[in-house]
C-alpha cells in the first residue's frame, strides 16, 4: 500500500511537470520571433542554446535579437516534452553528474564557429548544472581566441562547482575569456512571468 502511494505521488509529480512544461512551451513559443538566416549573417556573435521548455530558447532569441547575431537550436529527439523526455532528461543529467564523459547525441554535432568572435551558450539548469547537451556541444568544438558568455534560466540554484568545470572546459578548448549569466525564473508552480523574464535579460545582460 505504501510503495503504491508513493509510487502514485511520484507519477503525479512528473504528470505535472510535464502539464506546465507543455503549457511554458506553448506560452512562450511565439514571443520574440527571431530565426536562423538561410545564410548565415555576417556578424561576429552567435549564439547556442539547448531549450525543453522554451524558456532558455526565449532567452536566446532576446540575446540574438538585441546582439543581431546568428542563433542556432540544439536538438536532442529523446528530451521532446512528455513523460518520456522528461525520464530521458532527468536520467542523463544525473548520469553527466557521476560521469562527466555522459553525453547525449545533440544535431548539430557541429558548427563552424570560425567567423565569430564571440559565442553565447544557453541551457536550462538541471541537477544545479547547464544540461547535458551543452556540455556535448563544447566537448566537440574549439573557441580559439573566442569570448565565451554562459547564459543559463534555472528555478532554484545552480552550483558554483558547476559553472567553474564548465569555465573550465570551454578554456581548455581554446576560449580568451568566459563570462556567465544567468535569470531566475523560480519554481514551477511560482515561476517569473515571460515578459519579466526579458526584462530582467535586458536590464542585467546588456
Known amino acids: 500500500m505504501i510503495f503504491s502511494m508513493v509510487g502514485l505521488a511520484v507519477l503525479g509529480f512528473f504528470v505535472g511537470v510535464t502539464s506546465i512544461e507543455s503549457h511554458q512551451a506553448r506560452q512562450v513559443s511565439t514571443m520574440v520571433p527571431y530565426a536562423a538566416p538561410v545564410e548565415p549573417k555576417l556578424t561576429s556573435t552567435a549564439v547556442v542554446y539547448f531549450s525543453r521548455s522554451g524558456n532558455t530558447a526565449l532567452a536566446a532569441r532576446q540575446v ?4 543581431d547575431a546568428n542563433i542556432y537550436a540544439l536538438e536532442v ?5 512528455g513523460l518520456r523526455g522528461l525520464g530521458h ?4 543529467a544525473k548520469a553527466r553528474r557521476n560521469d562527466p564523459g ?10 563552424d564557429l570560425r567567423p565569430f568572435s564571440t559565442v553565447w551558450l544557453g541551457s536550462p539548469v538541471w541537477f544545479y548544472s547547464p544540461a547535458p547537451p551543452i556540455w556535448a556541444f563544447v566537448e566537440h568544438h574549439r573557441f580559439d581566441g573566442q569570448h565565451v558568455v554562459l547564459f543559463n534560466t534555472f528555478n532554484s540554484n545552480f552550483g558554483d562547482d558547476q559553472i567553474a568545470a564548465f ?5 581548455e578548448h581554446g576560449a580568451a575569456s568566459f563570462e556567465h549569466r544567468s535569470v531566475l525564473r523560480g519554481r514551477m508552480t511560482q515561476q517569473l512571468p515571460p515578459e519579466e ?4 535579460i535586458d536590464d542585467e545582460w546588456f
Do not use: F, G, H
Request: proline share 9%.
Open 197 to 200: 523574464m526579458l526584462q530582467a
Open 89 to 92: 532528461s532527468a536520467w542523463d
Open 167 to 171: 569555465r573550465a572546459k570551454v578554456m
Open 77 to 81: 529527439p529523446e528530451y521532446e516534452l
Open 64 to 67: 540574438a535579437k538585441r546582439l
Open 102 to 111: 555522459n553525453l547525449p547525441d545533440i544535431s548539430p554535432s557541429t558548427i
